[in-house]
T-cell receptor, first 110, second 115 residues
């Protein structure tokens, strides 16, 4: 079967670092995406990993291990505006579709 | 900037009505998608289209149909709305790649309530 797992909720403090994990089991793999979604808004693209390793983009980094079916999103120097849901999605080989995880709701506290 | 627009932000319809949700993208993307998003279930794909007049079923196509007559426009049709179709509907678009996938760009969503 195809499955993506993420924690449902996380809480962290402003200025801290938080790591949001995502594990997946999919038939085929063609890249892993992270999206941010603020309440009541559309998801927006954050990062894409297709090869193993770390991709860094400012305060956000994303890591992928294909052999372990594992990714994480690392958010540094947390700000209140980072309070949002973070969605992990995997692209399947031979298809244009993704499978989305149910998302991790991150609350950043002052 | 890619822009994906949806015809309504909020919509209230009665059971049995035919409902049209429209989506337009301005970046000449080949792929377009319709999802619904429900608490605890995440984003689920209803239908997608990779070209004009081409469509494929997603994971939950029952009770829905789609139309893509022009590249920039992708419509979702609820033939006979039911209360279990109350949800947030999100349209997305992406470029086509011969292998692999590109990031998707989402519209603002339509919150549909069926009473």
């Amino acid at each position: 079967g195809q499955n993506i797992d993420q924690p449902t909720e996380m809480t962290a403090t402003e200025g801290a670092i938080v790591q949001i994990n995502c594990t997946y089991q999919t038939s085929g793999f063609n890249g892993l995406f992270w999206y941010q979604q603020h309440a009541g808004e559309a998801p927006t693209f954050l990062s894409y990993n297709v090869l193993d390793g770390l991709e860094e983009k400012g305060r956000f980094s994303s890591f992928l291990s294909r052999s372990k079916g594992y990714s994480y999103l690392l958010l540094k120097e947390l700000q209140m505006k980072d309070s949002a849901s973070y969605l992990c999605a995997v692209g399947g080989r031979g298809t244009y579709k993704y499978i989305f995880g149910t998302g991790t709701r991150l609350k950043v506290l002052a | 900037d890619v822009k994906v627009t949806q015809s309504s932000r909020y919509l209230v319809k009665r059971t049995g009505e035919k409902v049209f949700l429209e989506c337009v993208q301005d970046m000449d993307h080949e792929n377009m998608f319709w999802y619904r998003q429900d608490p605890g279930l995440g984003l689920r794909l209803i239908y997608f289209s990779y070209d004009v007049k081409m469509k494929e079923k997603g994971d939950i196509p029952e009770g829905y149909s789609v139309s893509r007559e022009k590249k920039e426009r992708f419509s979702l049709i609820l033939e006979s709305a039911s209360t279990n179709q109350t949800s947030m509907y999100l349209c997305a678009s992406s470029l086509l790649r011969t292998s692999g996938t590109y990031e998707q760009y989402f519209g603002p969503g339509t919150r549909l309530t069926v009473t």
